[in-house]
């Protein structure tokens, strides 16, 4: 049998000739672009010279009052190739600009995640090379730790901020921004509002996503920030923040093929605003329909269920209803939140329906929220439109009686697996059926009249 040309990735491994070539299957990628320049390491110079609504970064570093410099990197759920690519240079910069080791930090913005193991931040976000040599400048934030409240946003939200970051004579975020599946896009002011910010701001902002009809409200979705409450609210709490302490933020977009693409310097709020635009050719797909199944590889940041069940996500965007979505996800570290599970558990024994109700009114409000619970909506409301798969490293149980999700057997190789899977499908669909690949879940598949 011939097969068709697609790759995919399972965790860091390519998967080849799994779809047969007289299957009708199309790969979705977005249009993408052709980036403004052809070495990084310039482009890099050019954005701290030049920034967007900003001093240099030269200027800004010499003016600082206070000696600390405080570098904000991605967690461990981040896949982090921008940060492997740009920390070095900018380490680099600072030295040239006059500022002493012992004057620099690097913060974990980690948001509500767990710490990251020293294994996890040598390997998975600063590379081993930076480890070895500043490991003992790093700070993990902690949410329920060491911040400071600076008053309420607009919503009614707790401001709270890392003291660390607070304290210091200037804040360098190194981010970058990708389309996010209730705040819009995530970057640039996502590195302070949920990455440094305190327990409570996030248990307070993350719950004007919830609508009791739809589960999330259509404002809180995929490349949307306007009416989007959520990221407005982050937005709103970045600019007070900037009043106590100067921030220049670096902000990279990358391709599916982890090219940096993008790349800009300055204000950040200013780069959240034009981002948007940016990643439009990068991100949204048009199809004319919906399709009958719709595989998915979150690739490196299937880490857990958690973050590698984005995929599902955009699967949902692209699937019919009643159609079938198979995410390929190896999830080395489980669910990745306790309160999903927990949750997940608690509605065990209901329908969708009646869960969808319960976790709204229980799980989701501005009282009884907490991080996690989110996901349990999301995939409430993608079981109600489509039957989820998944070949993963997960527990055959927990994945089935815990998250409705059915487990692909994989015996042999991920190859072989999905060349019966897919076999089987076709044959009970009695029909040919229409597949969509979606290589990168980052992407938006905006179906026609949807």
């Known amino acids: ?249 670096i902000d990279a977009v990358l391709d599916g093929e982890d090219n940096i693409v993008i790349l800009n310097g300055g204000d950040i709020n200013s780069l959240h605003e034009q981002v948007l635009e940016e990643l439009k050719p990068l991100r949204i797909v048009n199809v004319d329909e919906p399709a009958d199944l719709v595989i998915v590889s979150t690739g490196a940041l299937s880490i857990n269920l958690y973050q590698g069940g984005k995929g599902f996500h955009a699967g949902w965007n692209a699937v019919k209803e009643g159609g079938d979505v198979i995410l390929l996800a190896h999830c080395p570290l489980g669910v990745g939140s306790d309160n999903y599970k927990d949750t997940m558990i608690e509605i065990q024994n209901m329908d969708l329906d009646e869960a969808m109700g319960y976790v709204i009114e229980n799980k989701c409000s501005i009282d009884n929220f907490k991080i996690g619970n989110q996901k349990v909506v999301d995939l409430i409301r993608i079981l109600k439109r489509c039957t989820c798969h998944m070949i993963t490293e997960m527990d055959q149980k927990e994945l089935e009686e815990i998250f409705r999700i059915k487990y692909v057997p994989h015996t042999g190789s991920i190859q072989q697996s999905l060349r019966d899977w897919l076999n089987n499908f076709r044959e009970q669909k009695n029909r040919d059926p229409l597949v969509y690949v979606l290589p990168d879940a980052g992407n938006y598949i905006n179906v026609k009249n949807r």
């Open 1 to 249: 049998m011939s097969w068709k040309d697609i790759k995919l990735l399972y965790g860091d491994d390519l998967i080849t000739d799994f779809i047969p070539a007289d299957m009708n299957a199309k790969v979705l990628e977005a249009e993408g672009i052709t980036p403004n320049f052809t070495d990084v390491r310039v482009r890099f110079s050019y954005v701290l010279n030049n920034p967007v609504d900003s001093e240099p970064l030269e200027e800004m570093v010499k003016k600082r009052e206070r000696p600390t410099i405080m570098i904000l990197v991605d967690d461990a759920t981040r896949p982090n190739k921008h940060t492997k690519v740009l920390l070095p240079m900018l380490l680099e910069k600072l030295f040239d600009y006059g500022v002493e080791k012992g004057n620099i930090r690097i913060m974990v913005a980690s948001g509500s995640q767990s710490p990251p193991s020293d294994e996890l931040l040598e390997n998975k976000i600063l590379g081993s090379e930076i480890y070895q040599a500043w490991k003992n400048n790093v700070i993990i934030h902690k949410q329920a730790e060491n911040c400071k409240n600076l008053g309420t946003s607009a919503l009614g939200t707790p401001i709270e901020v890392d003291i660390d970051v607070l304290e210091s004579g200037l804040v360098i975020a190194v981010t970058d921004s990708e389309y996010h599946y209730f705040a819009g896009v995530a970057g640039t002011v996502k590195s302070f509002f949920p990455g440094c910010s305190g327990k409570e701001t996030i248990a307070r902002n993350h719950p004007q996503m919830f609508d009791p009809v739809h589960g999330f409200k259509p404002e809180c979705r995929l490349g949307n920030t306007k009416g989007n409450p959520v990221i407005q609210d982050m937005i709103e709490m970045a600019k007070m923040t900037k009043k106590l302490v100067p921030v220049f933020c």
